[in-house]
């Protein structure tokens, strides 16, 4: 089955404590992003990546990174996770830039 | 920044009646794309329109875009109380990389 897998699925960890919230997609799509969403703002694009190696800022970098060393895989790293980074998660992939995203459950984050 | 602006905020129907959801955003865009979400859950496509289109259906679906006005719309035609949930639209840029959202319109269709 045609999938974007997301984990943890929730976590409520403390201010400063590394975390990495997977993301893996088995379609071979080149394209794969981070979407943060909050109540009133939508979804706002934290970073993607184009393909292997190929990442760039979205509209909400600031405290976060990403790393693309295999297609199928697009971590989200927060080195140092803060309050304001409370928020729900979505990974999405997509074959090819005009096409539409596939999106994963989400990850439920709350930084305390 | 937030692209599109979805228009109403909040809608409450009863079922059978048709639901109509309109989305504004400010640049020029490659395509336009609507998406559903179920509370808490993650977003599913439902249809995508091309700049250079006006008008695309999908079974209850139906898309309009208008690049002049710089708007689309969604309707649902004979609602139905699973189509309750919230409705994206997004749009693509030109440049193809970036996907920007509108903050939703949640859909309430009551039995």
């Known amino acids: 089955e045609a999938q974007v897998t997301q984990n943890p699925r929730y976590l409520i960890t403390v201010t400063g404590k590394k975390l990495t919230v997977t993301c893996s997609q088995n379609m071979n799509h080149e394209y794969m992003s981070w979407y943060r969403q909050d109540p009133g703002l939508g979804l706002r694009q934290i970073y993607y990546s184009m393909n292997v190696e190929v990442t760039d800022k979205g509209d909400v970098p600031e405290g976060y990174k990403v790393s693309r060393k295999e297609k199928r895989n697009f971590p989200l790293i927060l080195e140092s996770p803060s309050p304001n980074q409370t928020s729900l998660y979505f990974c999405a992939s997509s074959n090819r830039l005009d096409q539409p995203q596939h999106f994963g459950d989400g990850t439920r984050l709350s930084i305390l | 920044s937030q692209q599109g602006e979805e228009d109403p905020q909040a809608l409450s129907i009863q079922e059978g009646e048709n639901a109509t959801m309109n989305c504004s955003y400010k640049?020029?865009?490659?395509?336009l794309q609507w998406y559903r979400q179920n509370s808490g859950r993650g977003l599913v496509h439902l249809i995508l329109i091309r700049s250079n289109e006006r008008e695309k259906h999908s079974g209850r679906l139906r898309v309009t875009l208008d690049t002049s006005k710089k708007s689309s719309s969604l309707l649902i035609t004979a609602s139905r109380a699973a189509d309750t949930a919230s409705y994206f639209c997004a749009t693509r840029n030109n440049a193809g990389n970036m996907l920007t959202f509108g903050g939703g319109t949640r859909l309430m269709v009551k039995p």
């Open positions: 640049t020029s865009i490659n395509n």
